[in-house]
Nanobody, 121 residues
């Protein structure tokens, strides 16, 4: 699976962005997918995941503000981010093929290149 993330940018506090991650491979529908983020000097942290059954999971910081969704026909997973705050500033990565707990980066076998999100105060 190859992943290509896009949609990052600079936004003011309270603004919105939608990230996209396009995936290659014929088994997209059967894959769980996730978004993680990493700010400078910090470890990569879980943001949201969508299981192949369409169940979704969110980090506490993302609940109520972010929505993960997938379009199996387009082989794309999205992360709609609303009410963005400066602490959301990070490089956002999409991931595929979960083999362990969804919130652990080590559980995911494939990663996109990351897209920068910067929220100005």
């Amino acid at each position: 699976v190859q992943l290509q993330a896009s949609g990052g940018g600079l936004v003011q506090t309270g603004g919105s962005l939608r990230l996209s991650c396009a995936a290659s491979g014929r088994t997209f529908r059967a894959n769980s997918l996730a978004w993680f983020r990493q700010a400078p000097g910090t470890e990569r942290e879980f943001v949201a995941a969508t299981h192949w059954t369409d169940a979704t999971y969110y980090a506490t910081s993302a609940k109520g503000r972010f929505t993960i969704s997938r379009d199996n026909a387009k082989r794309t997973v999205y992360l709609q981010m609303n009410s963005l705050q400066p602490e959301d500033t990070a490089v956002y990565y999409c991931a595929a093929r979960q083999t362990g707990p969804y919130y652990l980066p080590a559980s995911w076998n494939h990663w996109g290149q990351g897209t920068q999100v910067t929220v100005s105060s």
